[in-house]
């Protein structure tokens, strides 16, 4: 059921499972929560429905603005590392979340990527579990191209990889712009391998990239549509549009049969949510969970005004502290971008500059009788994530280790010897990420006019998300009441690459292929004086690639994790996150993906605990096993947690 602001009445006085924020993650856990009629499931989402406007529907028409009441609006602090100017930093406020806004590209990263988190702590956290979710939310369709197509783009998706019963449809476009078959080629020339499938566990290469997309209609696929829409006419599951969570509703600690520590655990007994500042704010318990979707950016603020964070920050807040959780809001990560423009020149090429006047009508008039033409393809399907060794020669591969951590981590969170731990350990994993052949460092994104966006895949910079007040809701804005700070390019090493990756640019437009789209980049992209590219087209024009992570990681507590391996937030019952906010380490690749493969595991997990507390399930291994360094540090890590190799859990 659908639930408007003006029937809230409707809301059931108690649900089991509130999930706050309607996304990627929240819409997944809703379906696989629901399917079981004995349970309610609330979700609370911030945004309204989107009423399927062209804009987000056709793919051709990505990159041409978002809609004002679908988006947070949010920008950056001034990023002192680059230009001291803020960034724009759009983030989906709709029902469907990043989903609605996002540019559909369909990447899964390194099987190293995902490894890597296990290696930080996260047993069972590792590709060969993210494989089974990847193919589990996916409905794959192969691409409907004729042959030669698909052997000139590489498009020859691997079957055992991909998943044709979940949700999620994802496949390819029927049109593309025959730019990519020059990127594609140029690359090749530089001897960066070209990818038949990018989405194996091999990142490093160069390739066409599937999309979220309903290959039928050739249209927008997001989590609403794959998630939601279908089962929405479940009596058990409740979405109320246009509620923003304000708190979550912490009870008094209580102490739990399955765990032996002096400190009691804290429960969740509900959320507290309003429609706007001005309207009253009401209160709904949960029986079983809560369980927080509001992405990585409202997700920790909604923590901290909740009393669970740094306690420096709580008391700033003045909000009485319920847990002392120092990575709260920290380790935040995003690939930082560059839009790098070379301008092809050559006559006769067409690309999306084309599409005005008469030409526009006919694409538009083509897309809507048959669903064919320049309009199935969303901005960008051309892609490489080019490894190290393409960009540096090996003997000037950086050392990581050296890194100064007094840059590299704010201010105000370096002194906790939690976060720095957490953040050598992370370094470690960097370096061998950053050397190991089958990972990109960068990313290149190919359009059809000239521009190739250059980004940074494993960033050592490390920003963080403050909230400024303790009712975020303060004048409607959550702009003006959340904190987003990047610190792009804190690690000087981020820029360093973004340089690099500027000039395999250059390398590349000089190839022949490339040379016969006859690119004639204008300033700053012709610059080849290092200060110059590092002030005029780095530091001056860097920008968020919409990939926020890291604020609520899922890491040990002696690492200044905020989640446990089962996503419970740590000193909790009942209390957990699933959204891109736990990912500990970002992959070579964009989020989406990811996100919904941790939601459907994030889904098993909720359900499995249920079943182990209701003793309809034995429990593998010993009850519960402290996290590293989780003792003694006055935190209890919370029950169903377990951890070390001895436990063989798979989903
Ligand atoms: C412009 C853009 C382009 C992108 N392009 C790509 C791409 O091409 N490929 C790709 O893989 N990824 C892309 N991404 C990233 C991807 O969409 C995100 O990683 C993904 O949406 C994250 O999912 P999530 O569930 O963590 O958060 P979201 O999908 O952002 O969901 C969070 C939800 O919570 C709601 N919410 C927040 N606070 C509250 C509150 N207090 N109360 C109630 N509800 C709340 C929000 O309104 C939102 O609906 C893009 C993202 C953006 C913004």
Same mark, same amino acid.
């Given at each position: ?39 309610? +499931? ?24 978002? =809609?004002? &009441? ?99 449809? +994802? ?18 020339? !530089?001897? =960066? ?38 089962? %929405? ?31 009691? !655990? ?25 369980? /927080? ?9 909604? !923590? ?74 969303? /901005? =960008? ?37 939690? /976060? ?11 370096? &061998? ?44 804005? %959550? ?17 360093? %690459? !973004? ?75 009942? %209390? ?29 997990? =909720? ?45």
């Amino acid at each position: 059921l659908h639930i408007p602001p003006q029937d809230i009445i409707k809301l059931l006085p108690s649900y089991d499972y509130i999930i706050v924020g309607g996304g990627v993650a929240g819409l997944v856990i809703a379906n696989r929560l629901s399917n079981r009629p004995d349970v309610t +499931v609330l979700v609370l989402e911030a945004g309204g429905l989107d009423s399927s406007p062209d804009i987000i529907t056709v793919p051709g028409l990505i990159g041409h603005g978002f =809609i004002p &009441s679908y988006n947070w609006n949010f920008s950056t602090a001034p990023q002192e590392f680059l230009d001291n100017n803020t960034r724009y930093y759009d983030q989906g406020h709709v029902v469907g979340g990043g989903s609605i806004l996002n540019g559909l590209i369909m990447t899964r990263g390194a099987k190293a990527d995902y490894n890597a988190w296990e290696a930080l702590g996260n047993p069972n956290w590792n590709w060969h579990h993210m494989i089974h979710y990847f193919k589990k939310s996916e409905r794959f369709s192969p691409p409907d191209l004729c042959s030669d197509q698909a052997d000139t783009l590489h498009i020859h998706p691997q079957k055992a990889y991909h998943g044709t019963k979940g949700h999620l449809k +994802v496949g390819y476009s029927n049109f593309f712009y025959n730019q990519s078959a020059n990127f594609l080629q140029g690359l090749s020339e !530089l001897g =960066i391998p070209i990818l038949d499938d990018p989405n194996i566990g091999i990142s490093a290469g160069a390739s066409i990239a599937p999309a979220s997309m309903n290959t039928k209609k050739q249209s927008r696929e997001d989590s609403r549509r794959a998630y939601l829409d279908h089962v %929405l006419n479940r009596p058990n599951l409740h979405l109320a549009s246009e509620q923003t969570v304000t708190r979550i509703l912490m009870g008094p600690a209580v102490t739990s049969p399955n765990f032996n520590n002096s400190n009691p !655990l804290k429960m969740a007994y509900g959320v507290e949510f309003a429609t706007s500042a001005s309207s009253p704010r009401t209160k709904i318990t949960c029986n079983k969970e809560v369980i /927080l979707s509001a992405g990585a950016i409202v997700s920790p603020a909604l !923590l901290q005004v909740s009393g669970i964070g740094p306690a420096a920050i709580l008391k700033d807040l003045n909000v009485s502290i319920q847990i002392d959780l120092p990575g709260v809001g920290a380790n935040f990560q995003d690939h930082p971008m560059v839009h790098a423009f070379y301008n092809y020149t050559a006559p006769g090429l067409f690309s999306t500059k084309n599409l005005t006047g008469a030409t526009l009508q006919q694409v538009e008039q083509e897309y809507f009788t048959n669903r064919t033409g320049p309009w199935t393809h969303p /901005l =960008i399907s051309t892609i490489a994530f080019p490894h190290l060794s393409h960009l540096l020669s090996s003997s000037s591969f950086p050392n990581l280790l050296s890194s100064n951590l007094s840059f590299s981590l704010p201010p105000h969170l370096a002194p906790y010897p939690t /976060l720095q731990k957490g953040y050598l350990a992370q370094l470690k994993l960097l370096q &061998s990420l950053l050397a190991n052949p089958t990972v990109g460092a960068v990313e290149v994104m190919a359009d059809s006019i000239g521009t190739l966006t250059v980004s940074v895949q494993h960033p050592l910079s490390r920003g963080f998300v403050r909230a400024l007040s303790p009712d975020l809701l303060l004048n409607n804005s %959550l702009n003006q009441t959340i904190h987003i700070d990047p610190r792009y390019c804190s690690h000087p090493l981020d820029c360093d %690459l !973004l340089l690099h990756g500027l000039k395999l640019n250059s390398r590349l437009i000089s190839t022949s292929p490339m040379q016969n789209l006859q690119p004639r980049p204008p300033f700053p992209w012709n610059m080849t004086d290092d200060e110059t590219i590092l002030s005029e087209a780095i530091r001056s024009q860097i920008v968020t690639e919409f990939h926020p992570s890291g604020t609520t990681s899922m890491l040990p507590l002696e690492y200044g994790g905020v989640v446990n391996p089962r996503l419970m937030v740590y000193g909790t019952t009942n %209390l957990r996150v699933v959204d891109a906010g736990v990912i500990p380490l970002l992959p070579s690749a964009h989020l989406q993906a990811a996100v919904y493969a941790i939601a459907e595991r994030a889904a098993d997990i =909720i359900k499995k605990d249920e079943r182990l507390k209701n003793g309809e399930e034995e429990q593998e291994g010993p009850s519960h096993h402290p996290v590293p360094g989780g003792e003694g540090n006055g935190i209890p890590i919370g029950p169903g947690v377990v951890t070390g190799p001895q436990r063989n859990n798979h989903h």
